[in-house]
């Protein structure tokens, strides 16, 4: 019998916490619309654009890096013809400048490249385009070897040397906060039940990473934060 913990884990509708709440925050500070345009980095499989370009009407371009999460977005967004996705590396996104009125990046600018993320982000928004996006921070930048998964390498980012990137891209900060810590309680929650189904069908099988992830949260997971941070270009 094959090991399925990473096959299921991509199978779930949202790769990352605090999905919906970043949606939220989009939803209240960008407004859309039927005449707005959202640029969507890592836009993965295509469901926050493909909420929104149903919802609102408004047009939604996703980019994401991994191939075969464009082809099913693109499959998907028959329905919702607003929508349209795109192969490219979000921190060189294949986008006009100027050319949006918000853009988003749930849980990935620090995968993207934090940096190079934001840069892009504000490129293509218009002037008074609003940002929002959500990612991994720390409540210290040198939490206990315990507390860190592995492959995870530093730096170790705090809320505060993310919200200066984020300035450092030319953004004005509206909002930069953690998200409550149930939002990496609910995301571990599933996962746990996915690992322990896999793991009674296979118990010798190595350590998956997202074994690490659990048990490096269960040590230290008070230090982790998953933060949402809101952003505007200038006028």
């Excluded at 654009?49 to 693109?74: I, Q």
């Excluded at 499959?75 to 349209?84: D, E, K």
């Excluded at 620090?110 to 929002?132: E, K, Q, Y």
Aim: proline share 9%.
């Amino acid at each position: 019998m094959p090991w399925r913990v990473r096959e299921r884990y991509f199978a779930q509708e949202y790769l990352t916490p605090g999905v919906r709440e970043t949606e939220d925050l989009a939803r209240t500070h960008i407004a859309p619309g039927a005449d707005t345009r959202i640029l969507e980095i890592a836009s993965g499989k295509g469901t926050t654009a493909l909420k929104f370009a149903a919802e609102y009407g408004c047009t939604v371009v996703g980019v994401d890096p991994y191939l075969p999460f464009v082809s099913e977005a693109v499959l998907n967004a028959r329905a919702a013809p607003s929508a349209a996705f795109v192969f490219g590396e979000g921190g060189r996104a294949p986008v006009c400048d100027n050319a949006f009125d918000g853009a988003m990046c749930i849980g990935a600018p620090s995968i993207v490249g934090t940096a190079p993320c934001f840069r892009a982000m504000f490129r293509a928004l218009r002037p008074g385009g609003i940002a929002v996006a959500s990612d991994w921070t720390w409540a210290t930048d040198s939490p206990p070897p315990e507390a860190v998964p592995a492959g995870v390498k530093p730096p170790f980012t705090t809320l505060d040397a993310y919200t200066d990137a984020i300035r450092e891209a030319g953004f004005e900060i509206i909002h930069a906060e953690p998200m409550p810590q149930r939002v990496w309680d609910d995301y571990y929650a599933t996962l746990r039940i996915i690992v322990a189904e896999e793991r009674a069908q296979m118990r010798t099988f190595p350590e998956d990473p997202i074994e690490s992830e659990i048990k490096a949260y269960d040590a230290g997971g008070h230090l982790w934060q998953y933060s949402a941070f809101v952003a505007r270009k200038p006028s």
